[in-house]
Protein backbone atom coordinates (compact mmCIF):
# COMPACT_ATOMS: atom_id res chain seq x y z
CA UNK A 1 0.00 0.00 0.00
CA UNK A 2 1.20 3.33 -0.94
CA UNK A 3 2.11 5.91 1.56
CA UNK A 4 2.22 3.19 4.58
CA UNK A 5 2.95 4.73 8.12
CA UNK A 6 6.05 4.36 9.13
CA UNK A 7 8.10 4.73 12.59
CA UNK A 8 11.55 4.16 14.14
CA UNK A 9 11.74 3.32 17.66
CA UNK A 10 15.39 4.36 17.98
CA UNK A 11 14.21 8.07 16.37
CA UNK A 12 11.50 8.05 18.67
CA UNK A 13 13.50 7.15 22.06
CA UNK A 14 15.96 10.28 21.36
CA UNK A 15 12.79 12.56 22.46
CA UNK A 16 11.10 10.65 24.96
CA UNK A 17 12.11 10.83 28.75
CA UNK A 18 12.88 7.72 30.88
CA UNK A 19 11.86 4.02 29.52
CA UNK A 20 12.41 6.24 26.09
CA UNK A 21 13.12 2.78 24.20
CA UNK A 22 10.19 0.74 26.28
CA UNK A 23 7.79 3.61 25.29
CA UNK A 24 9.20 4.15 21.60
CA UNK A 25 8.68 0.45 21.20
CA UNK A 26 5.45 0.30 22.69
CA UNK A 27 4.29 3.34 20.16
CA UNK A 28 5.60 2.14 17.09
CA UNK A 29 4.11 -1.13 17.58
CA UNK A 30 0.55 0.16 17.57
CA UNK A 31 1.17 2.78 14.67
CA UNK A 32 2.33 -1.03 12.95
CA UNK A 33 -1.13 -2.19 13.84
CA UNK A 34 -3.22 0.30 12.61
CA UNK A 35 -0.70 0.54 9.26
CA UNK A 36 -1.44 -3.28 9.10
CA UNK A 37 -5.00 -2.51 9.47
CA UNK A 38 -4.91 -0.10 6.34
CA UNK A 39 -3.27 -2.13 4.15
CA UNK A 40 -5.62 -5.15 5.06
CA UNK A 41 -8.82 -2.99 4.28
CA UNK A 42 -6.86 -1.79 0.97
CA UNK A 43 -6.55 -4.81 -0.27
CA UNK A 44 -10.19 -5.64 0.75
CA UNK A 45 -11.91 -2.79 -0.87
CA UNK A 46 -10.04 -3.96 -4.03
CA UNK A 47 -11.01 -7.20 -4.01
CA UNK A 48 -14.42 -5.90 -3.34
CA UNK A 49 -14.25 -3.68 -6.34
CA UNK A 50 -13.42 -6.75 -8.53
CA UNK A 51 -15.35 -9.40 -7.25
CA UNK A 52 -18.47 -6.78 -8.04
CA UNK A 53 -17.26 -5.98 -11.26
CA UNK A 54 -16.85 -9.86 -11.66
CA UNK A 55 -20.95 -10.41 -11.08
CA UNK A 56 -21.61 -7.41 -13.65
CA UNK A 57 -19.84 -8.77 -16.46
CA UNK A 58 -21.30 -12.03 -15.60
CA UNK A 59 -24.85 -10.63 -15.50
CA UNK A 60 -24.14 -9.79 -19.04
CA UNK A 61 -24.37 -13.24 -20.10
CA UNK A 62 -28.17 -13.13 -19.05
CA UNK A 63 -28.24 -10.35 -21.37
CA UNK A 64 -26.39 -12.57 -23.82
CA UNK A 65 -28.81 -15.05 -23.33
CA UNK A 66 -32.27 -12.77 -23.55
CA UNK A 67 -31.15 -10.77 -26.69
CA UNK A 68 -30.07 -14.11 -28.54
CA UNK A 69 -33.76 -15.80 -27.28
CA UNK A 70 -35.47 -12.68 -28.92
CA UNK A 71 -33.34 -12.72 -32.13
CA UNK A 72 -33.89 -16.21 -33.23
CA UNK A 73 -37.29 -17.49 -34.46
CA UNK A 74 -39.35 -18.94 -31.46
CA UNK A 75 -39.00 -22.60 -32.58
CA UNK A 76 -34.76 -22.21 -31.54
CA UNK A 77 -35.31 -20.60 -28.35
CA UNK A 78 -34.52 -23.24 -25.73
CA UNK A 79 -31.80 -24.58 -28.14
CA UNK A 80 -30.22 -20.98 -27.65
CA UNK A 81 -30.88 -20.54 -24.49
CA UNK A 82 -28.93 -23.99 -23.33
CA UNK A 83 -26.30 -22.71 -25.19
CA UNK A 84 -25.79 -19.52 -23.68
CA UNK A 85 -25.66 -21.90 -20.19
CA UNK A 86 -23.39 -23.99 -21.80
CA UNK A 87 -20.84 -21.38 -22.37
CA UNK A 88 -21.08 -20.60 -18.73
CA UNK A 89 -20.39 -23.83 -17.72
CA UNK A 90 -18.47 -25.56 -19.92
CA UNK A 91 -16.07 -22.14 -20.30
CA UNK A 92 -15.78 -22.57 -16.46
CA UNK A 93 -14.19 -26.07 -16.55
CA UNK A 94 -11.98 -25.58 -19.87
CA UNK A 95 -10.71 -22.14 -18.47
CA UNK A 96 -10.04 -23.23 -14.66
CA UNK A 97 -7.79 -26.47 -16.09
CA UNK A 98 -5.92 -24.74 -18.81
CA UNK A 99 -7.47 -21.44 -19.93
CA UNK A 100 -6.32 -19.26 -16.90
CA UNK A 101 -2.62 -20.59 -16.88
CA UNK A 102 -2.61 -19.88 -20.99
CA UNK A 103 -3.58 -16.05 -20.17
CA UNK A 104 -1.61 -15.33 -16.98
CA UNK A 105 0.77 -18.06 -16.09
CA UNK A 106 4.25 -17.54 -16.12
CA UNK A 107 4.86 -16.62 -19.98
CA UNK A 108 6.94 -18.70 -22.50
CA UNK A 109 8.44 -16.24 -24.70
CA UNK A 110 5.51 -14.13 -24.82
CA UNK A 111 3.44 -16.59 -26.06
CA UNK A 112 1.67 -18.96 -24.14
CA UNK A 113 1.06 -18.70 -19.95
CA UNK A 114 3.05 -22.15 -18.60
CA UNK A 115 2.05 -22.06 -14.93
CA UNK A 116 -0.94 -22.44 -12.59
CA UNK A 117 -2.82 -25.06 -14.05
CA UNK A 118 -5.69 -25.57 -12.03
CA UNK A 119 -5.30 -22.94 -10.28
CA UNK A 120 -1.79 -25.02 -9.35
CA UNK A 121 0.41 -22.65 -6.80
CA UNK A 122 -2.61 -20.18 -6.66
CA UNK A 123 -3.22 -17.14 -5.11
CA UNK A 124 0.01 -15.73 -6.12
CA UNK A 125 1.66 -12.47 -5.24
CA UNK A 126 0.60 -10.73 -7.90
CA UNK A 127 -3.47 -12.28 -7.73
CA UNK A 128 -5.89 -13.68 -6.09
CA UNK A 129 -9.38 -15.79 -6.84
CA UNK A 130 -11.19 -12.54 -7.62
CA UNK A 131 -9.18 -11.96 -10.28
CA UNK A 132 -9.25 -15.76 -11.89
CA UNK A 133 -12.99 -15.14 -11.53
CA UNK A 134 -13.25 -11.59 -13.09
CA UNK A 135 -11.06 -13.19 -16.42
CA UNK A 136 -13.28 -16.27 -16.46
CA UNK A 137 -16.42 -13.95 -16.95
CA UNK A 138 -14.39 -12.41 -19.88
CA UNK A 139 -13.61 -15.76 -20.95
CA UNK A 140 -17.24 -16.43 -21.29
CA UNK A 141 -18.04 -13.53 -22.68
CA UNK A 142 -16.11 -14.71 -25.94
CA UNK A 143 -17.82 -17.80 -25.93
CA UNK A 144 -21.14 -15.83 -26.39
CA UNK A 145 -20.36 -13.63 -28.79
CA UNK A 146 -19.66 -16.64 -30.78
CA UNK A 147 -22.56 -18.59 -30.39
CA UNK A 148 -25.39 -15.61 -31.31
CA UNK A 149 -23.37 -16.30 -34.95
CA UNK A 150 -24.29 -19.77 -35.18
CA UNK A 151 -27.65 -20.02 -33.75
CA UNK A 152 -30.82 -21.68 -35.07
CA UNK A 153 -28.60 -24.40 -37.56
CA UNK A 154 -25.70 -25.77 -35.48
CA UNK A 155 -25.47 -29.59 -33.71
CA UNK A 156 -25.29 -29.13 -30.07
CA UNK A 157 -22.08 -30.96 -29.75
CA UNK A 158 -20.62 -28.02 -32.07
CA UNK A 159 -21.67 -25.69 -29.38
CA UNK A 160 -19.90 -27.83 -26.48
CA UNK A 161 -16.27 -28.65 -29.07
CA UNK A 162 -16.14 -24.83 -29.86
CA UNK A 163 -16.85 -23.73 -26.51
CA UNK A 164 -14.62 -25.36 -24.36
CA UNK A 165 -11.80 -24.82 -27.12
CA UNK A 166 -12.41 -21.33 -27.61
CA UNK A 167 -12.24 -20.55 -23.59
CA UNK A 168 -9.63 -23.31 -22.86
CA UNK A 169 -7.02 -22.29 -25.71
CA UNK A 170 -7.92 -19.47 -28.26
CA UNK A 171 -8.85 -16.44 -26.28
CA UNK A 172 -6.42 -17.36 -23.76
CA UNK A 173 -3.73 -17.09 -25.79
CA UNK A 174 -4.96 -13.57 -27.00
CA UNK A 175 -5.17 -12.40 -23.82
CA UNK A 176 -1.67 -13.70 -22.71
CA UNK A 177 -0.40 -11.27 -25.72
CA UNK A 178 -1.75 -7.81 -24.60
CA UNK A 179 -2.85 -8.20 -21.23
CA UNK A 180 -0.29 -10.51 -19.23
CA UNK A 181 2.58 -8.76 -18.05
CA UNK A 182 5.06 -10.51 -20.08
CA UNK A 183 2.75 -11.03 -23.34
CA UNK A 184 5.29 -10.27 -26.50
CA UNK A 185 2.65 -7.16 -27.40
CA UNK A 186 1.35 -6.10 -23.87
CA UNK A 187 1.85 -2.44 -23.17
CA UNK A 188 3.19 -3.96 -19.53
CA UNK A 189 6.20 -4.78 -20.36
CA UNK A 190 8.95 -3.08 -18.51
CA UNK A 191 11.03 -2.82 -21.82
CA UNK A 192 11.41 -3.53 -25.33
CA UNK A 193 7.28 -3.25 -25.98
CA UNK A 194 5.85 -3.73 -29.41
CA UNK A 195 6.40 -0.09 -31.03
CA UNK A 196 7.90 1.67 -27.82
CA UNK A 197 3.90 1.30 -26.35
CA UNK A 198 2.23 -1.79 -26.99
CA UNK A 199 -1.10 -2.39 -27.96
CA UNK A 200 -3.64 -0.89 -25.69
CA UNK A 201 -6.65 -3.15 -25.43
CA UNK A 202 -7.82 -2.12 -22.11
CA UNK A 203 -11.10 -3.84 -21.57
CA UNK A 204 -10.99 -6.33 -25.14
CA UNK A 205 -12.20 -4.54 -27.79
CA UNK A 206 -9.95 -6.97 -29.69
CA UNK A 207 -9.23 -9.69 -26.75
CA UNK A 208 -12.54 -10.39 -26.12
CA UNK A 209 -14.73 -8.76 -29.35
CA UNK A 210 -12.80 -9.38 -32.21
CA UNK A 211 -11.95 -12.96 -31.07
CA UNK A 212 -15.70 -13.56 -30.42
CA UNK A 213 -16.45 -12.15 -33.72
CA UNK A 214 -13.97 -13.02 -36.00
CA UNK A 215 -14.70 -17.06 -34.76
CA UNK A 216 -18.16 -16.18 -35.27
CA UNK A 217 -17.13 -14.80 -38.63
CA UNK A 218 -15.58 -18.26 -39.73
CA UNK A 219 -18.20 -20.27 -38.26
CA UNK A 220 -21.47 -18.50 -39.88
CA UNK A 221 -19.49 -18.55 -43.05
CA UNK A 222 -18.85 -22.54 -43.10
CA UNK A 223 -21.90 -23.12 -42.23
CA UNK A 224 -23.77 -21.67 -44.10
CA UNK A 225 -26.66 -19.21 -44.35
CA UNK A 226 -29.93 -20.49 -42.84
CA UNK A 227 -32.48 -21.96 -44.64
CA UNK A 228 -34.94 -19.24 -46.17
CA UNK A 229 -32.18 -16.44 -45.59
CA UNK A 230 -31.67 -15.62 -49.22
CA UNK A 231 -33.69 -15.97 -52.30
CA UNK A 232 -31.88 -17.72 -55.37
CA UNK A 233 -31.97 -14.21 -57.32
CA UNK A 234 -29.55 -13.33 -53.93
CA UNK A 235 -32.59 -11.34 -52.80
CA UNK A 236 -32.21 -11.07 -48.55
CA UNK A 237 -34.92 -12.39 -46.73
CA UNK A 238 -35.22 -10.59 -43.09
CA UNK A 239 -36.04 -13.98 -40.76
CA UNK A 240 -36.89 -11.84 -37.65
CA UNK A 241 -36.69 -12.72 -33.98
CA UNK A 242 -39.56 -13.61 -32.07
CA UNK A 243 -39.22 -11.14 -29.44
CA UNK A 244 -38.64 -7.44 -29.46
CA UNK A 245 -38.96 -7.20 -25.62
CA UNK A 246 -36.01 -9.86 -25.08
CA UNK A 247 -33.64 -8.69 -27.12
CA UNK A 248 -34.64 -5.15 -25.10
CA UNK A 249 -34.45 -6.57 -21.86
CA UNK A 250 -30.83 -8.16 -23.11
CA UNK A 251 -29.68 -5.22 -24.14
CA UNK A 252 -29.98 -3.12 -20.95
CA UNK A 253 -28.59 -5.90 -19.56
CA UNK A 254 -25.85 -6.14 -21.04
CA UNK A 255 -25.50 -2.02 -21.09
CA UNK A 256 -25.62 -2.68 -17.26
CA UNK A 257 -23.14 -5.63 -17.45
CA UNK A 258 -20.73 -3.30 -19.39
CA UNK A 259 -19.92 -0.93 -16.54
CA UNK A 260 -18.13 -3.83 -15.11
CA UNK A 261 -16.56 -4.76 -18.72
CA UNK A 262 -15.02 -0.97 -18.45
CA UNK A 263 -14.64 0.08 -15.42
CA UNK A 264 -14.10 -2.93 -13.83
CA UNK A 265 -11.04 -3.28 -15.75
CA UNK A 266 -8.91 -1.31 -13.69
CA UNK A 267 -9.18 -3.90 -11.11
CA UNK A 268 -8.60 -1.62 -8.20
CA UNK A 269 -9.90 1.52 -7.01
CA UNK A 270 -8.19 2.65 -3.80
CA UNK A 271 -5.29 4.14 -5.67
CA UNK A 272 -4.81 8.20 -4.87
CA UNK A 273 -3.69 9.87 -7.89
CA UNK A 274 -1.78 12.34 -5.81
CA UNK A 275 -1.85 12.00 -1.92
CA UNK A 276 -4.54 13.84 0.00
CA UNK A 277 -6.79 15.17 -2.98
CA UNK A 278 -10.19 14.14 -3.90
CA UNK A 279 -8.74 12.97 -7.25
CA UNK A 280 -7.76 9.27 -7.80
CA UNK A 281 -8.58 6.00 -9.26
CA UNK A 282 -11.62 6.04 -8.74
CA UNK A 283 -11.83 9.06 -11.09
CA UNK A 284 -10.53 7.39 -13.71
CA UNK A 285 -12.98 4.75 -13.12
CA UNK A 286 -15.95 7.72 -13.15
CA UNK A 287 -14.77 8.75 -16.41
CA UNK A 288 -14.21 5.02 -18.14
CA UNK A 289 -18.11 4.71 -17.24
CA UNK A 290 -18.75 8.20 -19.15
CA UNK A 291 -16.89 7.41 -22.08
CA UNK A 292 -18.62 4.04 -22.49
CA UNK A 293 -21.80 5.30 -22.02
CA UNK A 294 -21.59 8.54 -24.73
CA UNK A 295 -20.50 5.69 -27.48
CA UNK A 296 -22.97 3.54 -26.80
CA UNK A 297 -25.56 6.28 -26.83
CA UNK A 298 -24.32 8.19 -29.97
CA UNK A 299 -23.86 4.76 -32.04
CA UNK A 300 -27.56 3.87 -31.00
CA UNK A 301 -28.68 7.35 -31.85
CA UNK A 302 -26.62 6.92 -34.74
CA UNK A 303 -27.64 3.59 -36.17
CA UNK A 304 -31.70 4.73 -35.86
CA UNK A 305 -31.99 7.14 -38.30
CA UNK A 306 -29.43 5.85 -40.57
CA UNK A 307 -31.50 2.29 -40.69
CA UNK A 308 -34.64 4.93 -41.11
CA UNK A 309 -32.81 6.42 -44.30
CA UNK A 310 -31.97 3.18 -45.39
CA UNK A 311 -35.14 1.13 -45.06
CA UNK A 312 -37.97 3.61 -44.09
CA UNK A 313 -38.43 2.15 -40.45
CA UNK A 314 -37.85 3.05 -36.83
CA UNK A 315 -36.49 -0.44 -35.90
CA UNK A 316 -35.92 -1.31 -32.11
CA UNK A 317 -33.45 -3.82 -32.98
CA UNK A 318 -31.36 -1.12 -34.93
CA UNK A 319 -31.22 0.91 -31.70
CA UNK A 320 -29.89 -2.42 -29.93
CA UNK A 321 -27.46 -3.37 -31.91
CA UNK A 322 -26.13 0.22 -32.75
CA UNK A 323 -25.71 0.76 -28.94
CA UNK A 324 -23.49 -2.61 -28.31
CA UNK A 325 -21.59 -1.88 -31.61
CA UNK A 326 -20.91 1.08 -29.50
CA UNK A 327 -19.68 -0.31 -26.43
CA UNK A 328 -17.77 -2.86 -28.30
CA UNK A 329 -15.95 0.01 -30.21
CA UNK A 330 -15.02 2.10 -27.18
CA UNK A 331 -13.77 -0.78 -24.67
CA UNK A 332 -10.19 -0.79 -25.79
CA UNK A 333 -9.75 2.88 -25.44
CA UNK A 334 -12.82 3.59 -22.63
CA UNK A 335 -10.01 4.32 -20.23
CA UNK A 336 -7.53 7.44 -22.20
CA UNK A 337 -10.14 9.10 -24.75
CA UNK A 338 -11.74 11.99 -23.31
CA UNK A 339 -15.73 12.02 -23.24
CA UNK A 340 -15.83 13.61 -26.74
CA UNK A 341 -13.88 11.56 -28.14
CA UNK A 342 -15.90 8.62 -26.72
CA UNK A 343 -18.97 10.39 -28.62
CA UNK A 344 -16.95 10.30 -32.36
CA UNK A 345 -16.51 6.52 -31.35
CA UNK A 346 -19.68 6.09 -31.38
CA UNK A 347 -20.77 7.23 -34.26
CA UNK A 348 -17.85 6.06 -36.21
CA UNK A 349 -18.71 2.50 -34.81
CA UNK A 350 -22.29 2.65 -36.10
CA UNK A 351 -21.14 3.68 -39.32
CA UNK A 352 -19.44 0.75 -39.54
CA UNK A 353 -22.05 -1.92 -38.66
CA UNK A 354 -24.27 -0.11 -41.13
CA UNK A 355 -21.91 -0.54 -43.89
CA UNK A 356 -20.76 -4.54 -42.49
CA UNK A 357 -24.31 -5.09 -42.64
CA UNK A 358 -24.68 -3.98 -46.03
CA UNK A 359 -21.79 -6.29 -47.07
CA UNK A 360 -22.78 -8.85 -45.46
CA UNK A 361 -26.24 -9.10 -47.29
CA UNK A 362 -24.10 -8.61 -50.66
CA UNK A 363 -22.12 -12.05 -49.62
CA UNK A 364 -24.94 -13.84 -48.39
CA UNK A 365 -23.47 -14.01 -44.95
CA UNK A 366 -26.04 -14.37 -42.83
CA UNK A 367 -25.86 -14.26 -38.68
CA UNK A 368 -29.06 -13.72 -36.54
CA UNK A 369 -27.61 -11.52 -34.29
CA UNK A 370 -24.86 -9.66 -36.00
CA UNK A 371 -22.48 -10.96 -34.42
CA UNK A 372 -19.32 -10.49 -36.38
CA UNK A 373 -20.58 -6.77 -37.46
CA UNK A 374 -21.11 -5.88 -34.74
CA UNK A 375 -17.93 -7.09 -32.48
CA UNK A 376 -15.64 -7.52 -35.33
CA UNK A 377 -16.02 -4.77 -37.51
CA UNK A 378 -15.29 -1.75 -35.44
CA UNK A 379 -12.03 -0.74 -35.10
CA UNK A 380 -9.92 1.58 -32.88
CA UNK A 381 -10.70 5.57 -33.10
CA UNK A 382 -8.21 6.90 -30.75
CA UNK A 383 -4.21 7.03 -30.34
CA UNK A 384 -2.94 9.23 -32.92
CA UNK A 385 -5.22 11.89 -32.72
CA UNK A 386 -5.05 11.97 -29.15
CA UNK A 387 -1.31 12.18 -28.73
CA UNK A 388 -0.15 8.63 -29.10
CA UNK A 389 1.44 8.91 -32.32
CA UNK A 390 2.05 6.43 -35.21
CA UNK A 391 3.86 3.95 -33.25
CA UNK A 392 0.52 3.45 -30.94
CA UNK A 393 -1.59 2.95 -34.21
CA UNK A 394 0.70 0.62 -35.83
CA UNK A 395 0.44 -1.33 -32.71
CA UNK A 396 -3.17 -1.40 -32.55
CA UNK A 397 -3.07 -2.39 -36.43
CA UNK A 398 -1.12 -5.28 -35.67
CA UNK A 399 -3.23 -6.15 -32.68
CA UNK A 400 -6.09 -6.48 -35.67
CA UNK A 401 -4.24 -8.45 -37.88
CA UNK A 402 -2.88 -10.97 -35.47
CA UNK A 403 -5.91 -11.57 -34.14
CA UNK A 404 -7.71 -12.26 -36.94
CA UNK A 405 -4.77 -14.13 -38.31
CA UNK A 406 -4.90 -16.35 -34.93
CA UNK A 407 -8.40 -16.89 -34.35
CA UNK A 408 -8.97 -17.96 -38.40
CA UNK A 409 -6.45 -20.64 -38.45
CA UNK A 410 -7.39 -21.77 -35.13
CA UNK A 411 -11.24 -21.54 -34.87
CA UNK A 412 -11.62 -21.66 -38.71
CA UNK A 413 -9.74 -24.76 -38.77
CA UNK A 414 -12.08 -26.10 -36.25
CA UNK A 415 -15.43 -25.38 -37.58
CA UNK A 416 -14.24 -26.30 -40.67
CA UNK A 417 -12.85 -30.10 -39.01
CA UNK A 418 -16.56 -30.36 -37.63
CA UNK A 419 -18.22 -29.79 -40.36
CA UNK A 420 -15.89 -32.27 -42.62
CA UNK A 421 -17.09 -34.81 -39.60
CA UNK A 422 -20.81 -33.50 -40.05
CA UNK A 423 -21.04 -32.47 -36.57
CA UNK A 424 -21.43 -28.99 -37.01
CA UNK A 425 -24.67 -28.45 -38.74
CA UNK A 426 -28.32 -30.23 -38.13
CA UNK A 427 -29.94 -31.20 -41.25
CA UNK A 428 -32.74 -29.62 -43.03
CA UNK A 429 -35.51 -31.09 -41.90
CA UNK A 430 -34.61 -30.66 -38.59
CA UNK A 431 -33.52 -26.82 -38.92
CA UNK A 432 -37.69 -26.32 -40.76
CA UNK A 433 -39.19 -28.20 -38.20
CA UNK A 434 -37.15 -25.92 -35.48
CA UNK A 435 -34.31 -27.09 -32.72
CA UNK A 436 -36.53 -27.03 -29.68
CA UNK A 437 -38.84 -30.17 -31.23
CA UNK A 438 -36.03 -31.71 -32.86
CA UNK A 439 -33.77 -31.75 -30.46
CA UNK A 440 -34.77 -31.11 -26.95
CA UNK A 441 -37.54 -32.48 -26.98
CA UNK A 442 -40.67 -29.55 -27.19
CA UNK A 443 -41.38 -25.74 -27.83
CA UNK A 444 -40.07 -23.39 -25.23
CA UNK A 445 -43.72 -21.92 -25.05
CA UNK A 446 -46.67 -21.86 -27.18
CA UNK A 447 -46.04 -19.90 -30.14
CA UNK A 448 -47.08 -18.89 -33.67
CA UNK A 449 -44.46 -18.23 -36.39
CA UNK A 450 -44.46 -17.33 -39.75
CA UNK A 451 -43.44 -20.71 -41.29
CA UNK A 452 -45.64 -22.52 -39.47
CA UNK A 453 -48.26 -23.28 -42.06
CA UNK A 454 -45.49 -24.95 -44.16
CA UNK A 455 -44.04 -27.00 -41.12
CA UNK A 456 -45.23 -30.45 -40.89
CA UNK A 457 -44.26 -32.76 -38.17
CA UNK A 458 -44.51 -36.91 -38.18
CA UNK A 459 -47.70 -38.07 -37.25
CA UNK A 460 -49.42 -34.23 -37.97
CA UNK A 461 -52.02 -33.92 -40.88
CA UNK A 462 -52.44 -30.62 -42.83
CA UNK A 463 -54.11 -27.94 -40.08
CA UNK A 464 -53.86 -29.86 -36.44
CA UNK A 465 -52.65 -27.80 -33.64
CA UNK A 466 -49.05 -27.54 -33.11
CA UNK A 467 -47.49 -29.80 -30.09
CA UNK A 468 -47.32 -28.12 -26.75
CA UNK A 469 -44.00 -28.80 -24.51
CA UNK A 470 -45.81 -31.52 -22.59
CA UNK A 471 -47.35 -33.18 -25.14
CA UNK A 472 -44.48 -33.76 -27.76
CA UNK A 473 -45.00 -35.42 -31.07
CA UNK A 474 -44.16 -39.11 -31.97
CA UNK A 475 -40.56 -38.84 -32.87
Known amino acids: MSGAITCSAAELSALLGPNATAAANYICGQLGTVNNKFTDAAYAIDNTYLLFSAYLV ?12 GSVRAKNTMNIMLTNVLDAAAGG ?3 YLFGYAFAFGESSGGFIGIHNFGLKNYPT ?12 AFAIAAAGITSGSIAERTQFVAYLIYSS ?4 FVYPVVAHWFWSPDGWASPFLSENRLFGTGAIDFAGSGVVHMVGGIAGLWGALIEGPR ?20 VVLGTFLLWFGWYGFNPGSFTKILIPYESGSNYGQWSGIGRTAVTTTLSGCTAALTTLFGKRFLSGHWMVSDVCNGLLGGFAAIT ?14 GFIASIVLIGCNKLAELLKYDVPLEAAQLHGGPGRHYGLFMGGGGKLLGA ?5 VVIVGWVSATMGTLFFILKQLNLLRISANDEMRGMDIARHGGFAYIYHDNDDDSIQFPGMTPGSPLPRR ?4 AL
Open 332 to 345: AGCSVVEPWAAIVC
Open 165 to 168: FLTG
Open 396 to 400: QLVQI
Open 58 to 69: FAMQLGFAMLCA
Open 93 to 95: ISY
Open 227 to 246: IGRFEEGGRAIALRGHSASL
Open 125 to 136: SSSDYSFFLYQW
Open 470 to 473: SDPP
